[in-house]
């Protein structure tokens, strides 16, 4: 398994910028998918963002052209970008990582991000 801890969540008005980070226990070269999930009251978690070890990356209907994944592998970190955020982007915000070789499937505990209208 690999550690990770999330931070950069907190309170914005809509239209505003957050950025989210997401430290890996471990390298992030040997990570086979990254990702950025996220569970509002009452929803199912949704993905949000997630980007490969070669740098591919996969965006929600809902976020694509406003939030920005991104890995530094030197800093084994993937990052958020969200901008012009809405209220519905209110949630927890939880980091993923996958590895295939062995099978492994890793959570952060989760940040708070909230959107006030």
């Known amino acids: 398994q690999v550690q990770l801890v999330e931070s950069g969540g907190g309170l914005v008005q809509a239209g505003g910028s957050l950025r989210l980070s997401c430290a890996a226990s471990k390298s992030t070269f040997t990570i086979d998918r990254m990702g950025w999930h996220r569970q509002a009251p009452g929803k199912q978690r949704e993905l949000v963002a997630d980007?490969?070890?070669?740098?591919?990356?996969n965006y929600a209907v809902s976020v694509k052209g406003r939030f920005t994944i991104s890995r530094d592998n030197a800093k084994n970190t993937v990052y958020l970008q969200m901008n012009s955020l809405k209220p519905e982007d209110t949630a927890i915000y939880y980091c993923n990582a996958k590895t295939l070789f062995p099978w492994t499937n890793s959570w952060g505990q989760g940040t708070q991000v909230t959107v006030s209208s």
């Open positions: 980007i490969t070890s070669a740098g591919t990356t």
